[in-house]
């Protein structure tokens, strides 16, 4: 095989060489998973590993260099070379038949795209269990928050559909090179029964946006130019919510009352 690339600084990437979080990654979900999708593999690291599970297995990567460090492990059919933001998921689990399988995602992918990733994710209903890395002060917004029952933005809608925790920190040194800040993953459930359906995601997320493009902002202030002062006074008495509340007081258990109220 091929001498490995080195990484490619433009597209944000940082090998993972560290054992422990490795092999935390790689056996997160491996018992409770159907089929496991990994999205960045780069040079096969957590690839060897996750391609002896026995399980269906496919693989997404955008950078032609790693094409046949990844085939040692999977077969060819398997792999996608193209950008993983641009994935047509519907079409690849009709295509794969995985209707109605339980697909465990796992990605290490570079800081600026992992937020994308993973707001793209979880509107795939199949994607039921997903071990993710992020920049740590993003990945504790996925999992701190749920502990607070508090929100502060865009990727706390994830807890409406997920379960989540943290699997492993990860220091620059576990990376070659190493990263300029330090890591987590976080390890996430789908639930069963999310207070808001899934097919209202993007009603939802354009809620949230809304809500939270002037943060510091009372709420009745922020919501007015799309409700009706009648719609507002008749969701704060419903919900028992103070019109007062800037945006960023408010509980995710508030959010979704607020939305469900006012939709």
């Not at 054992?19 to 990654?25: C, G, Q």
């Not at 398997?78 to 047509?88: K, V, W």
């Not at 993003?138 to 607070?148: F, H, I």
């Not at 890591?183 to 995601?201: E, L, Q």
């Amino acid at each position: 095989m091929a001498k490995l690339p080195r990484a490619n600084k433009e597209l944000g990437q940082h090998f993972l060489r560290d054992k422990k979080v490795i092999n935390a990654i790689t056996t997160d979900w491996e018992n409770e998973a159907d089929v496991i999708v990994e999205v960045g593999p780069g040079p096969a690291v957590l690839t060897e590993f996750l391609s002896k599970k026995n399980k269906p297995y496919y693989v997404i990567e955008m950078d032609h260099r790693f094409k046949e460090h990844l085939e040692v492990y999977v077969q060819e059919d398997h792999i996608f070379m193209q950008d993983a933001l641009s994935f047509n998921w519907e079409d690849f689990i009709t295509e794969h038949k995985l209707e109605n399988k339980k697909i465990w995602l796992v990605s290490n992918l570079p800081y600026n795209v992992g937020t994308v990733l993973f707001t793209n994710c979880l509107q795939v209903p199949q994607i039921t269990f997903m071990s993710l890395m992020f920049q740590k002060e993003v990945g504790d917004k996925t999992y701190l928050r749920q502990e607070k029952n508090h929100t502060n933005g865009l990727l706390t809608l994830s807890l409406n559909y997920f379960e989540s925790k943290q699997l492993c920190k990860v220091s620059p040194g576990c990376f070659s090179p190493p990263p300029k800040v330090d890591s987590v993953v976080v390890s996430y459930k789908r639930k069963n029964s999310p207070k808001i359906s899934i097919s209202d995601y993007k009603s939802l997320n354009s809620f949230t946006r809304l809500l939270f493009s002037l943060k510091r902002k009372q709420v009745q202030s922020v919501l007015k130019s799309r409700y009706s002062k009648e719609q507002l006074e008749k969701a704060f008495l419903e919900t028992n919510i103070s019109e007062k509340l800037r945006a960023e007081a408010l509980s995710l258990d508030q959010v979704y009352a607020l939305y469900n109220a006012l939709n």
